[in-house]
């Protein structure tokens, strides 16, 4: 191999060949038995050997990228040993440092400016007020901190007691979340209707705030209010808590990213709020969960386009949400407009469907007790199909038969399942999948007594 690092530095940098023996150690052509050969002045590098043409020459080119590819390899990994620390010397560098950070960390602790007068020098009201989440902003007294705050409403602030910071707010400092007027109060906002005391949930815990509603004559209604200042209301006839779109937007992705269960972010946001639990939290988990469906079913729509009218400019004028399989044949959209024409017996795979469909009778619901009346979010729209026409579909069939639930079949394992698990109001699901193990678009349906045909020969006939 290290023969070749003075070859290939020369060839890099294009410098002036010089006439060398270079021994081949390993060709991949198995038929080929040179090893050994000699450069010429007027040859590249790269091109070694001259004399070597068709499959032998590329035999050699193959084996030599081999062999960069392992020097280059070699060199990276060389470089990064020389270049990086290993864990050990930094966590010793650490360990002699730690009583000198744990010292500035304390420091935290304490400000000696809180004994001065504000920037704004005011004889009355002194620098006691410090934000823990605003970056470099010193201690200021309370209307200035008010006053810098008037577009981040969810910071938290501390107050300085003469002895240690406690934990203070913008409201106890009157400060009111103003909607309507880019952060300024309404001037018609003069009733007390218009004031309420809500619980806000951000990223960083549960605040209470002031939030005074506009009452302008041309104003929206008070949830569209909030909505256009980025506060999604838990209810919509009169909101009493509302989240902010930043953590909508943050416990999406987290769920998504890292599976956390709801009641486990809800903790988390309650520890960010008090981690002493001295105060008792107002309790959202509730309202966190069933604003986190609204807010999927709306980022569907939006990032699907249904929201914009995409269905009138596809092909099938479909409706759905969900993603279909591109590598799936689908007329009209990646199949030429005469691949009729084209289908021989030797490609009619590559324009036949192949759909797959399969049970799961482990994937029960039981019935609920409080709640009977379960309302689809997505009817028809996404994988699921619609639960109106299923459900006229399903009367059409049992009218037409004498199938008692029973089964032929005593050993049916789905059937123990279904007679095994009384107060269940769906059995299990049954979809349709394609060959490339995509699920088929308003192709599940759920099954109410085990499995039974007709249930699932429904997704694939359709309804
Ligand atoms: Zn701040
Ligand atoms: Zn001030
Ligand atoms: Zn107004
Ligand atoms: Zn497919």
């Not at 590819?69 to 270049?83: A, C, N, P």
């Not at 903790?267 to 469906?293: F, G, I, M, Q």
């Amino acid at each position: 191999m290290f023969p070749y690092l003075g070859f290939l530095a020369v060839d890099q940098l294009r410098l002036p060949l010089i006439p060398r023996t270079i021994r081949v150690t390993r060709c991949y052509n198995t038929r080929c038995t040179t090893t050994t050969t000699t450069t010429t002045t007027k040859v590249r590098p790269r091109r070694y050997p001259p004399t070597v043409v068709g499959r032998r020459y590329a035999s050699h080119e193959r084996s030599l990228s081999k062999e960069f590819v392992l020097i280059f390899t070699s060199y990276y990994y060389i470089l990064l040993l020389l270049v990086s620390q290993p864990i050990s010397t930094v966590m010793a560098e650490f360990m002699q440092r730690q009583s000198e950070i744990l010292d500035y960390m304390f420091a935290r602790e304490a400000d000696a400016r809180t004994s001065v007068s504000c920037a704004c020098r005011s004889a009355t009201d002194p620098a006691i007020y410090r934000c823990r989440e605003c970056i470099l902003l010193p201690p200021c007294c309370g209307k200035c901190m008010k006053l810098s705050h008037s577009h981040a409403p969810f910071h938290r602030i501390e107050a300085w007691t003469g002895s240690y910071f406690a934990r203070s707010s913008l409201t106890a400092l009157g400060y009111e979340l103003c909607l309507g007027h880019d952060g300024a109060r309404c001037p018609n906002a003069t009733t007390q209707e218009c004031t309420k005391l809500m619980v806000i949930v951000h990223t960083n815990g549960v605040h209470r705030l002031n939030v005074v509603f506009c009452a302008c004559a041309s104003c929206a209604q008070k949830p569209y209010q909030m909505l256009q200042s980025s506060l999604y209301p838990a209810t919509w006839t009169s909101p009493a808590t509302a989240f902010t779109f930043q953590l909508m937007e943050h416990y999406h992705l987290d769920s998504l990213q890292s599976r956390k269960p709801a009641y486990d972010y809800w903790a988390l946001l309650r520890r960010l709020t008090d981690n002493t639990r001295a105060k008792p939290v107002p309790d959202r988990y509730e309202e966190l969960l069933r604003v986190s469906w609204e807010w999927r079913v709306l980022k569907m729509m939006k990032r699907s386009g249904q929201a914009l009218g995409i269905s009138e400019f596809l092909p099938n004028h479909s409706n759905s949400m969900a993603i279909p399989c591109f590598a799936c044949p689908i007329p009209g959209f990646n199949l030429p407009p005469n691949w009729k024409d084209l289908v021989t017996k030797d490609n009619r795979h590559e324009y036949t469907l192949f759909l797959g469909i399969d049970g799961n009778y482990q994937a029960v619901r039981k019935k609920k007790r409080h709640d009977p009346l379960d309302i689809p979010l997505l009817d028809g729209q996404g994988y699921f199909t619609n639960s109106t026409k299923y459900k006229a579909f399903l009367k059409r069939i049992s009218a037409n038969e004498s199938d008692n639930h029973t089964s032929s079949c005593a050993n049916l394992k789905s059937m123990k399942i279904f007679t095994r698990r009384k107060g269940l109001d769906v059995s299990g699901v049954a979809g349709v999948t394609c060959r490339h193990s995509c699920w088929r678009a308003n192709s599940m349906v759920d099954l109410e007594v085990g499995e039974k045909s007709v249930y699932t020969s429904t997704p694939l006939g359709g309804i």
